[in-house]
């Protein structure tokens, strides 16, 4: 039986706000990252990234623990749990004089968030389905993505006013205060009646239930080339706007920009995807994103580096795309996974993830001197993605046939 469509506002921005604190976590750092290296006598800039990937590996890794545990136990009592990892996590790093044990420190946030990140798609899943799904999914990614528009500022604000340990306070003084909200105003959306019992199988069967659905397993390999690729440039945007064109003091402002173009597309896409569909908008995107970055791969092949009036369209066109897939791409995937919406999001997050942040790490160490391997990534996972769509897009047709 369809379930009733009905807007929610405060459900919408509450859910957000959950997903804004992974955000923050990330983003809030990038002014920093060299002065945390610094501290930590690590002085590889390759290195230093893994203050980014790291955290994006401890999400990954995390949903699928807290993600299976919400579907027995419910939503709300895992992402307390995982807001009291994050604060254990968040005290390491504080604490910390080993770079070892602040990547360790990392990890270790990222699996706390991870409940905040999954059990926000779950909660959605559990009272909304379809195209009207992934509107609800795009106006959270939109809201979301405003967080990337004032992090880096906000983080170098913090970070030149006090210290870099200044971030972390704020990190958790802000998650405080989101999870208070969510205690007193969300109530549980997933009903007793629909829990699944907890057992040692919860996960095995799962599983086997995720992989039965080969569209949701694809839907999660087209996000995890496209995340990993996106990722590669968060965790070399620092380098690439503060070392490789002296921008440091624009950087803030330029990352700023770059993320209101995808905050621009999720919105659009929650105005558009009822009408076209968000596989055929997805689809379109893809192609997009393929053909904008293998334009820059011809352009640019000398590897020198292009103008920086050049190069910011290049990267907002470029995230404008990824802006209408991101929303979808979780929307398609869930979308037959609604009976085990907490595993379901789970595995398809640790999939992505796990995918990604490879991906993020290998790309990464080539983007040195020159943004052309990044790019040569974004083409290449590109494509990839192109292939896996065309090829669903063939067993739609012959589906409707």
Not at 189 to 208: M, P, Q, V, Y
Not at 297 to 322: D, E, K, R, T
Request: net charge positive; hydrophobic share 55%.
């Amino acid at each position: 039986m369809q379930k009733p469509q009905e807007f929610k506002f405060e459900f919408v921005a509450l859910m957000a706000s959950l997903m804004s604190i992974v955000a923050l976590s990330i983003d809030a750092l990038l002014p920093a990252i060299p002065e945390i290296g610094k501290t930590l006598n690590s002085f590889d800039p390759s290195k230093n990234q893994l203050l980014i990937t790291m955290i994006f590996l401890g999400i990954g890794c995390g949903q699928l623990v807290l993600g299976p545990l919400s579907d027995s136990f419910g939503r709300k009592p895992i992402v307390y749990a995982g807001f009291l990892i994050f604060i254990i996590a968040s005290i390491i790093c504080l604490t910390t004089e080993s770079f070892t044990v602040m990547i360790f420190g990392r990890a270790l946030q990222g699996f706390g968030l991870s409940s905040a990140r999954t059990i926000s798609i779950s909660m959605v899943r559990d009272q909304f389905e379809g195209d009207y799904m992934a509107k609800i999914i795009s106006i959270i990614v939109m809201f979301f993505l405003l967080v990337p528009v004032i992090a880096p500022t906000l983080g170098q604000l913090l970070f030149h006013a006090f210290n870099w340990q200044a971030i972390f306070y704020f990190n958790l003084a802000f998650g405080l205060i989101i999870m208070l909200w969510f205690y007193f105003r969300q109530p549980e959306t997933l009903a007793k009646e629909n829990r699944i019992k907890f057992s040692s199988h919860l996960f095995i069967d799962g599983t086997k239930e995720f992989f039965k659905s080969k569209d949701a397993v694809a839907y999660t390999f087209i996000s995890g080339f496209i995340t990993g690729s996106f990722m590669v440039y968060l965790s070399t945007s620092q380098q690439i706007f503060q070392v490789q064109y002296k921008l440091e003091e624009l950087f803030p402002y330029i990352f700023a920009s770059l993320a209101i173009s995808i905050g621009f597309a999720t919105f659009l896409n929650s105005r558009l995807v009822e009408r076209f569909g968000m596989f055929n908008i997805a689809f379109n995107s893809c192609i997009a994103y393929a053909f904008i970055s293998l334009l820059f791969v011809v352009l640019f092949s000398s590897g020198q580096n292009p103008s920086i009036y050049i190069l910011v369209p290049f990267f907002a066109m470029q995230f404008f795309a990824v802006g209408f897939l991101f929303g979808n791409l979780r929307a398609l995937a869930m979308q037959p996974l609604g009976h085990i919406a907490g595993i379901g999001a789970a595995i398809n997050g640790f999939l992505s993830t796990v995918l990604a942040v490879p991906i993020a790490n290998f790309i990464g160490t080539y983007v040195n001197t020159s943004v052309l391997p990044l790019f040569i990534g974004f083409s290449f996972f590109g494509i990839l993605s192109l292939t896996v769509f065309l090829i669903l897009k063939r067993k739609r047709a012959l589906q409707n046939a």
